[in-house]
Nanobody, 128 residues
Framework: QVQLVESGGGMVQAGASLRLSCAASGRSFSVYAMGWFRQAPGKEREFVGAITWNGRVTYYADSVKGRWTISRDNAKDMVYLQMNNLKPEDTALYYC?????????????????????WGQGTQVTVSS
């Protein structure tokens, strides 16, 4: 089991930056693949980015590629999402998630159904 708590959301103007953090507690965080997802009102939850258990490989949605960076610090049980050049369409509730298969697959899924543990989310609102 791992518990996840997101922080760092807020209200910003277009073009600004935010860094989301996800603090993990519980067992074996370092072996989990980690993902970030978002959900806007009236829309399905969508993949944003993911990182393998060792941080060597990252994956991004096309909509954020080149603007955002996912990273992790296994010594601190933390995952981060650096969001630059924010756009109004980035407005959503952002979730971090953990996939306990990460170490064995050496891969980070882009599919929400593959993730076992979820945080409560942090709101990001971007005005034009």
């Amino acid at each position: 089991q791992v518990q996840l708590v997101e922080s760092g959301g807020g209200m910003v103007q277009a073009g600004a930056s935010l860094r989301l953090s996800c603090a993990a507690s519980g067992r074996s965080f370092s072996v989990y693949a980690m993902g970030w997802f978002r959900q806007a009102p009236g829309k399905e939850r969508e993949f944003v980015g993911a990182i393998t258990w060792n941080g060597r490989v990252t994956y991004y949605a096309d909509s954020v590629k080149g603007r955002w960076t996912i990273s992790r610090d296994n010594a601190k049980d933390m995952v981060y999402l650096q969001m630059n050049n924010l756009k109004p369409e980035d407005t959503a509730l952002y979730y971090c998630a953990a996939d306990r298969r990460g170490f064995y697959l050496d891969y980070a899924s882009t599919q929400a159904d593959d993730y076992d543990f979820w945080g409560q989310g942090t709101q990001v609102t971007v005005s034009s």
